[in-house]
DNA sequence: TTCATTTTTTAACATTTGTAAAATTTTAAG
DNA sequence: CTTAAAATTTTACAAATGTTAAAAAATGAA
């Protein structure tokens, strides 16, 4: 899921059965055919877990830790979406069609995560009707969130969106450096820090 | 879809089954099955097909015309997206969640729709999974278009945005009003009169 | 065509945000 | 605890965008 921290932000952890019924009630038989799929895998702060420039083969599924998205551009790197626990860390083209993408996900903590393969994923999608439905619910709450950000960014101030996104997500700046948090806004981090400033 | 016009903007029509085929091979009998839940409509340039305030029963698939969807805010509308031939107008969360939504969809040009039940069509996500993934596509090529503008919006001057916006849609001037381009890029119609004052 | 209405552009000034560089604070390693 | 590195804030100035109001152009109905 791209952004949410909101439920269960503070947990120390979820389990793959947490982070499955976030998005929809599956049946047990389909979250077995998940679990068989599987793999738990942990990384380092700082990790470089999935790149644009790459087809990438795997999804995960975040039960400990912060990730954040970020794409390359001329004038440096764009952060546009925070992952934490519960939410679903993957570079979007290489999920949706299968080609390289536009952003790399970096941990911004040490990071327990539940790998699963995208081909095995699909190949579920087209054999069970509850997965595909979950599948589909996934992607529907990441567009209404994308596209709320969206509007936000259309018409809110720079101080507005500092301050929704901080009273929606308080914990974001105990794990956040400022710098990616200002490159999510949108604004540069003196920008940021003039906003923080006037709060004073 | 949210935001296309590419491929068959151009077409003075389209099909149901034009559309249907954009996102997803269906099979003739999930084809028929949705053809059995659609009705053709029109409506006059000018009418309001759904309101942010209510939880609509309806998404339309546009066969021919122009449409956009817009929020309103305390500083007035924001147009976040335009629909054209082949594009599926629908209020975000009536469609997803079953409840009010943030936008309303209004006709910028006289159109031919094919209204289809949302519920009617949920009905067939669980009895059909070739209509469940068809659903989940439609969802993911929508989730990335909207994640590509959110980036730009986050670095990329509103000159790019619009140079951008016109070359991949160019019969858009044509048929949109600027001051809901202006909106569409996130600036104020004299932002928009300078950008385009400076490129002559 | 003519006239009223709507849309778009232009002008003037205020505000916001960006950039570059320096100062300060925080973090983390030894 | 001390020190070097990294992150954050501050300052000064430049550039971009917003707001308001007026002028010009385009549109559409009679």
Same mark, same amino acid.
């Given at each position: 899921?791209?952004?949410?921290?909101?439920?269960?932000?503070h947990e120390?952890?979820m389990t793959l059965?947490?982070?499955?019924?976030?998005?929809?009630? #599956?049946? *047990?038989?389909?979250?077995?055919? /998940?679990?068989?799929?599987?793999?738990?895998?942990?990384y380092?702060?700082g990790h470089? !877990?999935?790149?644009?420039?790459?087809v990438e083969?795997y999804?995960y599924?975040i039960?400990?830790?912060m990730?954040?998205a970020?794409?390359?551009?001329p004038?440096?790197?764009?952060?546009?979406?925070?992952?934490?626990?519960?939410?679903?860390a993957l570079?979007?083209?290489s999920?949706i069609?299968?080609?390289?993408s536009?952003?790399d996900?970096?941990? #911004?903590e *040490?990071?327990?995560l539940?790998? /699963?393969d995208?081909?095995?994923l699909?190949?579920?999608y087209q054999?069970d009707i509850? !997965?595909a439905n979950?599948?589909?619910?996934?992607?529907?709450?990441?567009?209404?969130r994308?596209e709320e950000?969206?509007?936000?960014m259309?018409f809110?101030?720079?101080?507005e969106?500092?301050?929704?996104l901080?009273?929606?997500n308080?914990?974001?700046?105990?794990?956040?450096?400022?710098?990616?948090?200002?490159?999510?806004?949108?604004?540069?981090?003196?920008?940021l820090?003039?906003?923080?400033?006037?709060?004073?």
């Open positions: 899921m791209r952004f949410t921290l909101g439920d269960k932000a120390p952890f059965d947490d982070i499955l019924d976030r998005f929809y009630p #599956l049946p *047990d038989a389909s979250k077995q055919a /998940i679990r068989d799929l599987v793999k738990d895998v942990r380092p702060k470089i !877990l999935l790149t644009a420039d790459k083969r999804i599924f039960s400990k830790g990730v954040r970020y794409a390359d551009t004038n440096g790197q764009v952060t546009f979406w925070f992952g934490a626990e519960g939410d679903v570079t979007m083209n999920y069609a299968g080609q390289t536009y952003e996900i970096e941990l #911004l *040490d990071c327990n539940y790998r /699963i995208i081909k095995k699909k190949q579920l054999q509850h !997965l979950w599948g589909r619910k996934f992607t529907e709450r990441e567009l209404v994308t950000r969206l509007i936000a259309q809110k101030t720079a101080e969106r500092y301050t929704d901080i009273n929606k308080p914990d974001l700046l105990l794990r956040v450096q400022l710098g990616h948090i200002a490159s999510y806004l949108g604004i540069s981090q003196v920008s820090s003039r906003i923080r400033a006037a709060r004073r």
